[in-house]
């Protein structure tokens, strides 16, 4: 059974870079989209973007300036990259995995597996 | 951009039904799924692809989406349903999701 696992750290001061990492285990990083979401306290659900492990991305249009996702294919991991945060970047971000396809003509997009989120909170 | 559009929230009683719905221009034309997520924990996927249930999703979660209006049904509601809901779809290049949906379980 698939599991994933976010890691980095839980506190990065405004104006820096926030680093995570989704480890995958129990399968394949191959062949799957790796989505990243996040969740300020109390509110919904926010698509960063995601990662296709051929290394094609798609980002969130108003976070886009500000986003790098990459992966690692040998140690089965996905990292997000997150630059010049504030206050308003604070929430658990999670790890998901997308499938994707089409079916009579039209997409479909969805997220089968998702980490346990990590914490992140941006203060000085 | 496109949006997608979903009560704050729904009541229902134990035992009956509850529908939560999901708006969006022309959504029909797009596939629709949705996630559940209990207080403090990770959503988890339980309709995808309009209607079709993942393994281990019991059978009264159930999904439609014509027109306008994807809804998710859940039939002789439990206890354990009460959760937040967000429905999902694709579009163009971009994952969106609707602003949630607090069902509380009265």
């Known amino acids: 059974q698939v599991q994933l696992q976010e890691s980095g750290p839980g506190l990065v001061k405004p104006s820096e870079t926030l680093s995570l990492t989704c480890t995958v285990s129990?399968?394949?990083?191959?062949?799957?989209?790796w989505s990243w979401i996040r969740q300020p306290a109390g509110k919904g659900l926010e698509w960063i973007g995601h990662?296709?492990?051929?290394?094609?991305?798609n980002y969130n249009p108003s976070l886009k300036s500000r986003i790098t996702m990459s992966v690692d294919t040998s140690k089965n991991q996905i990292s997000l990259k997150l630059s010049s945060v504030t206050a308003a970047d604070t929430a658990v971000y999670y790890c998901?995995?997308?499938?994707?396809?089409?079916?009579?003509?039209?997409?479909?997009?969805?997220?089968?597996?998702w980490g346990k989120g990590s914490t992140v909170t941006v203060s000085s | 951009s496109y949006e997608l559009t979903q009560p704050p929230s729904v009541s229902v009683s134990p035992g009956q039904t509850a529908s939560i719905t999901c708006s969006g221009d022309?959504?029909?034309?797009?596939?629709t799924c949705w996630y559940q997520q209990r207080p403090g924990q990770s959503p988890v996927m339980v309709i995808y692809?309009?209607?079709k249930r993942p393994s281990g999703i019991p059978e009264r979660f159930s999904g439609s989406n014509s027109g306008n209006t994807a809804t998710l049904t859940i039939s002789g509601t439990q206890a354990m349903d009460e959760a937040d809901y967000y429905c999902?779809?694709?579009?163009?290049?971009?994952?969106?999701f609707g602003g949630g949906t607090k069902l509380t379980v009265l």
């Open positions: 022309k959504l029909g034309e797009r596939y």
């Open positions: 998901a995995r997308g499938n994707s396809g089409s079916y009579n003509r039209w997409v479909y997009f969805y997220m089968d597996v």
């Open positions: 999902q779809a694709w579009d163009s290049t971009s994952v969106v």
């Open positions: 990662i296709y492990t051929s290394g094609n991305s």
């Open positions: 692809q309009d209607n």
């Open positions: 129990g399968g394949s990083i191959s062949s799957h989209y």
